[in-house]
């Protein structure tokens, strides 16, 4: 059973960080980009960031880079993003997806065959 499942969202003040995780079960992740994405009520999903199967190729919407870090370890089926300064506007629902060979398809929501459940980022003092 393919699955990804988010982690380690939760509730920070304004300049701090936190680290979220996607778990890959049911399927490697070797010839997978993933892509997180975020969601606020009422609004489009939004693309964040994307690493491509071997970490060779990272994409950022402009809002995060510098703040953000994406990254992976496929031994343990796991992909990161690191987020440091935090904004009140990160606030969201932060998910992944994954998509085969690359990150062709960032940051469009279109082209992704398996989505995990999110998890929620709340920044707020």
């Known amino acids: 059973q393919v699955q990804l499942v988010e982690s380690g969202g939760g509730l920070v003040q304004p300049g701090r960080s936190l680290k979220l995780s996607c778990a890959a079960s049911?399927?490697?992740?070797?010839?997978?980009?993933i892509t997180w994405f975020r969601q606020v009520p009422g609004k489009e999903r939004e693309g964040v960031s994307c690493?491509?199967?071997?970490?060779?190729?990272?994409y950022y919407t402009d809002s995060v880079k510098g703040r953000f870090a994406i990254s992976r370890n496929n031994r343990v089926n796991t992909v990161y993003l690191q987020m440091d300064n935090l904004k009140p506007e990160d606030t969201a629902r932060y998910y992944c997806?994954?998509?085969?060979?690359?990150?062709?398809?960032?940051?469009?929501?279109?082209?992704?065959?398996?989505w995990g459940q999110g998890t929620q980022v709340t920044v707020s003092s």
């Open positions: 997806a994954r998509q085969l060979y690359s990150c062709s398809g960032y940051p469009s929501v279109a082209g992704f065959d398996a």
């Open positions: 049911g399927f490697s992740l070797d010839y997978y980009a």
């Open positions: 690493i491509s199967p071997s970490a060779e190729h990272m």
